[in-house]
């Protein structure tokens, strides 16, 4: 048999496992994932659109802790910024505070060194979802994109900001950087708290639930319900809301790649005469990511709806806004991969003057934007639509 046949059938055999591989790691998530419907609860939320403000309440908030400081975090860089949160939750630990940090095993730059110095000092360390069998190629996919910060059970924080001097733009790559967090004081952390503690014990740590965990917790004037999804449920929660819009969708998102019935359900709210934005970057952050995302605006130009190309700096901003009455930030990007493999955690909030903040910042990067036509749509080069036909084989993982 000649070399190159042989070549070729061990191509195929890795395409087919890889496939096979995928597909049952998929079901196995998809069989174990749990429904989870919190209540609705009651507290002060504070919007926290840009990353100056987001490290400097946060920071303040670990340096006040005294019982324990629990961070979850897909990223967390090798960089300045990062540096200092690390110094200073060595410092908290070495107070005796009970300090758990919890990262993504692909997402995690931090040194060996550094990593010896967190656990000499005290400090919980552990990576959330390692690569394991049988499901290799599956499980390498899926990540714990979830970002949580949990001080003393009484103060929590949830959004798009990852730890690094990116997200504070410092890399001249991207520039600027728009995200959205939120700081949540009160009623409203305990279901922030709980994820994290299972979110721990699945990094196969020892599940320690203490009381102090769960303080009484004051309530609030904003409304909100956290949603935490395991790759199952999030698809149709978003293909709820927007079936029930009757005026306005404000959608911001780094990625739009979002499958045919979240984007038939869009399609459907313009035609019934709903006006529907979407805003997201000029400019992408990944391979592909970009070029997956076209083949989807021109259906979705051709039924009216707005789409505005983010420019000054990178949009990683993830919210929807329905009618100004339900808003909906977190960690999920408006993709396949949120919907269907990562875990994730968003808040939703049903408070009219907060929403009004966030529709206000949004209407802002819409007047930083430019906004796709079908003319410019249709003179977009060769090289990228070739781009995009390689990104639709793959957009599932992108």
């Not at 005796?96 to 360390?125: M, S």
């Not at 410092?170 to 950087?177: C, E, V, Y």
């Not at 709210?269 to 970009?290: E, M, S, Y």
């Not at 076209?294 to 806004?321: D, T």
Request: aromatic share 10%; net charge positive.
């Amino acid at each position: 048999m000649n070399g190159w046949v042989i070549t070729a059938l061990i191509i195929i055999a890795v395409f087919i496992w890889l496939r096979v591989d995928f597909v049952l790691g998929l079901r196995q998530q998809r069989k174990e994932a749990t429904r989870h419907v919190q209540k609705t609860r009651h507290g002060d939320v504070t919007f926290l659109p840009t990353g100056d403000e987001f490290y400097r309440k946060l920071f303040a908030d670990i340096e006040q802790a005294t019982d324990h400081v629990h961070l979850l975090f897909y990223i967390i860089r090798d960089d300045h910024i990062s540096g200092k949160m690390l110094k200073i939750i060595e410092g908290k630990a070495k107070e005796g505070v009970d300090v758990r940090l919890l990262v993504d095993k692909l997402g995690c730059d931090i040194k060996k060194k550094h990593l010896k110095q967190l656990k000499k000092a005290g400090v919980r360390f552990a990576y959330s979802h390692p690569v394991s069998f049988p499901y290799i190629f599956f499980t390498f996919n899926r990540r714990n994109h979830r970002k949580l910060a949990i001080m003393d059970g009484k103060v929590g924080y949830i959004g798009g900001y990852n730890i690094g001097d990116e997200y504070l733009g410092r890399d001249p790559k991207f520039g600027p950087w728009r995200d959205f967090h939120l700081r949540i004081d009160g009623d409203g952390v305990q279901d922030l708290q709980g994820q994290f503690l299972q979110d721990w014990q699945t990094a196969k740590q020892k599940h320690m639930e203490r009381s102090s965990h769960y303080p009484t917790l004051k309530e609030g004037p904003i409304p909100l319900r956290i949603l935490p999804t395991d790759g199952v449920y999030l698809e149709e929660t978003f293909i709820d809301l927007i079936s029930q819009a009757k005026e306005t969708i404000v959608i911001g998102t780094p990625y739009y790649i979002p499958g045919e019935p979240l984007q038939r359900e869009l399609m459907a709210a313009a035609k019934r005469g709903v006006d529907v934005k979407l805003i997201v970057p000029k400019k992408g952050d990944h391979p592909l990511v970009k070029e997956a995302a076209f083949p989807y605006f021109k259906p979705l130009l051709e039924a009216g709806i707005n789409v505005y190309q983010y420019y000054r700096g990178f949009f990683h901003a993830k919210a929807v806004v329905i009618d100004n009455q339900v808003c909906d930030i977190g960690t999920a990007n408006f993709d396949k991969r949120s919907f269907h493999i990562n875990h994730e955690i968003n808040c939703l909030i049903y408070d009219a003057e907060f929403i009004q903040n966030v529709l206000k910042e949004m209407e802002h990067d819409i007047q930083i934007s430019e906004r796709l036509t079908l003319e410019a749509y249709k003179k977009r080069p060769l090289t990228q639509r070739g781009k995009e036909q390689v990104a639709k084989l793959v957009s599932g993982l992108l």
